[in-house]
Structure formats: structure tokens, C-alpha cells
């Protein structure tokens, strides 16, 4: 089930995946959520529970860059609309999702944070401030649920080349990638494969954790 506030880049992404799938079994749906408006949110929720018999596994990746500029002349919307999606967005779903996990005694959740919410990137104060809470809320969540089998982790990529880059400035761009020891941005299939194994089964010891994809930036 992917959601999207945009519907259109939900059912391409939906055509991507099935595409990819060549022939093999599953059932994938897609639909139109805003995870800013928590009351929809639990409301979807409830409808793919229903669709899908059950849920194992969440992923939290919805986010948006906000502007690059200076905390002092930050505006105030962009400021807000920045932590809604990106920090706000994130506890509304896992509130939806962690009692039925808890039920169930199962779940794995990972939350997209990034190397921002552990560095603070100048001209980002928004996006960084979002991306710590990220951090924050995932290790309060792990202690929560770590008396189920249930993983709450979160992920700190360095840059990556996707769409939310054509929210900042060629030279923010640059200085992000100047930061990255590996010389390169970090490939989507990179992404991916981590995020994979953080939702299997067979991650059922490390829960509240932050793992590393910075291509060596930080290295803590
Ligand atoms: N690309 C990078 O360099 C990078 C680095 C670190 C972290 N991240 C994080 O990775 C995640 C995925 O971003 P991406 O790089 O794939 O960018 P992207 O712009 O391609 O994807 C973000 C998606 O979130 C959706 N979205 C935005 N607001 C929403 C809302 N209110 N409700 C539902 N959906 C909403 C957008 O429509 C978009 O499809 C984000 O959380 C981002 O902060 C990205």
C-alpha cells in the first residue's frame, strides 16, 4: 500500500513496482494521503487494515525540503509546513499503526530521517529540527513497543538524487555533496537494501536504533 499526498506519483510508483515484479505473486495498492492531517491518516489507516487483513510493516518516507536560507529570515509557513510533514507526519502515522502492531505483537517500522537531524545543516533549520525529532520520536517509540516483537529504527542518508533537490539551491546541493567521503551520491537501490533488512523478520534484536547511510560523513 503506498500513500502519497500527490495520487498521480502513488499509482506511477504502484506501476513501477508491478512492472519490476515480472509475473511474480502480490497485491499492491495505492492511495491519495495527506500525513499531515492526522485524522486521515488514521482513517487510511484503518481502510488498508481492512484491504489488507493486516499491517507488518510501515515505512515513514514522506518529507519535504522547505527553503534554503538563513534561520533568521526563515519564514514562518515554510518553517511550519516543514515539521508538519516531516516530523508531525511521522508520529501521526505511527500512532495509527503501533496499537494494531502491539495487538498483533508484531511490526517493523523505519523512519526516513537524514544526516541533517544529526549534523544540523546551516540554511536547513527546519528541515535539520524535523529530521532530529525524527530521531528523537523513533527512540521513544522503540522503548515503548520493545516488549513485543516489534522494531522501531530510523535511517540518516546523506544526499541522494531524487526529486526533494529541486526544493533547494544548486549550491546547497553542492556543499551537501562536498561532505560526502565516498565521493558520490548515494544510489536509491542503496537505500533500499538497508531499509529492506531493517523491515524483516530477521531484524528482531536492534529496535530505537539510527543507522548510518552518509557515505562516511558521520561516522558515529
Ligand atoms: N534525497 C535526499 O537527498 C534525502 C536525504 C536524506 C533524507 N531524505 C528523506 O527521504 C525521504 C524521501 O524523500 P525523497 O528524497 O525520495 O524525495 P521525494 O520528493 O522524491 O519524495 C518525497 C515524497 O513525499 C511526498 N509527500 C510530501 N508531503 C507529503 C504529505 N504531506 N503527505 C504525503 N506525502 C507527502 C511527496 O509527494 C513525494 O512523493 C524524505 O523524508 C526525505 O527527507 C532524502
New binding site residues.
Given amino acids: 500500500m503506498i500513500?502519497?499526498?500527490?495520487r498521480d506519483?502513488?499509482e506511477s510508483?504502484s506501476q513501477e513496482i508491478l512492472t519490476s515484479r515480472q509475473g511474480r505473486e502480490g497485491d499492491l495498492r495505492h492511495s491519495a494521503?495527506?500525513?499531515?492531517?492526522a485524522e486521515a491518516v488514521m482513517s487510511a489507516f484503518a481502510m488498508a487494515v481492512q484491504d489488507l487483513g493486516c499491517i507488518d510493516i510501515m515505512v515513514?518516507?514522506?518529507?519535504?525540503?522547505g527553503p534554503t536560507m538563513p534561520s533568521w529570515e526563515y519564514p514562518l509557513d515554510d518553517w511550519r509546513a516543514v515539521i508538519?510533514?516531516?516530523l508531525n507526519?511521522v508520529y501521526y502515522c505511527a500512532r495509527a499503526a503501533l496499537p494494531h502492531m502491539r495487538e498483533r505483537n508484531y511490526g517493523r517500522m523505519v523512519n526516513?530521517?537524514?544526516?541533517?537531524g544529526k549534523e544540523g545543516n546551516a540554511d536547513a533549520c527546519a528541515?535539520s529540527a524535523a529530521?532530529a525529532g525524527v530521531i528523537a520520536l523513533t527512540k521513544s517509540l522503540a522503548k515503548e513497543t520493545a516488549d513485543k516483537d516489534i522494531a522501531v529504527n530510523c535511517?540518516?542518508?546523506?544526499?541522494?538524487?531524487?526529486?526533494?533537490?529541486?526544493?533547494v539551491s544548486p549550491s546547497f546541493i553542492d556543499s551537501?555533496f562536498s561532505k560526502i567521503p565516498r565521493g558520490r551520491?548515494?544510489s536509491?537501490p542503496e537505500?533500499a537494501g538497508m531499509v529492506a533488512w531493517m523491515v524483516s523478520e530477521e531484524n528482531s534484536f536492534t529496535t530505537g536504533a539510527v543507522f548510518d547511510l552518509s557515505g562516511g560523513r558521520a561516522t558515529y
Fill in positions: 500513500w502519497d499526498r500527490d506519483l502513488a510508483a494521503v495527506d500525513v499531515t492531517d515513514n518516507n514522506a518529507g519535504i525540503a508538519d510533514v516531516d507526519g526516513m530521517a537524514s544526516i541533517a528541515y529530521k535511517i540518516t542518508p546523506a544526499a541522494a538524487r531524487t526529486r526533494i533537490l529541486d526544493q551537501m551520491f548515494l536509491l537505500a
